[in-house]
């Protein structure tokens, strides 16, 4: 099965590479980005693509890494109050207990 699975992400990874080259090939007519402010250099349509493609997957994990560790936060957070909440409620336990006695 991991066999399979690996041939697969093979044939998968080797697809998408051809239509990357096969993209970059057929896409090389130069262009210039105005973005108002101020002016990129000239490079080819497909550079641009794949830079955009490839900064806005950086931004996406770096955003997914950012929101990860703010919930690792919020849980460890939360793990520390049920545990005072736990020593707590063992205390109020044994209190109740001995005074019973």
Do not use: C, Y
């Not at 990357?20 to 693509?49: R, Y």
């Not at 890494?65 to 919020?74: D, P, V």
């Not at 336990?93 to 019973?100: E, G, M, P």
Request: charged content about 15%; overall charge positive; aromatic content about 6%.
């Amino acid at each position: 099965m991991r066999l399979i699975k690996g041939l697969i992400m093979g044939a998968l990874a080797l697809a998408v590479l051809f239509i990357g080259i096969m993209f970059a090939i057929h896409n090389t007519q130069p262009l210039a980005l105005d973005l108002v402010v101020f002016k990129l250099p000239e490079l080819s349509a497909s550079l641009w693509l794949m830079i955009s493609f490839f900064s806005g997957g950086l931004l996406g994990i770096a955003l997914s890494i950012f929101m990860l560790l703010q919930m690792k936060a919020r849980l460890l957070t939360l793990r520390r109050q049920l545990n005072q909440s736990n020593t707590e409620l063992s205390k109020l336990r044994t209190s109740v207990i001995k005074q019973d006695s």
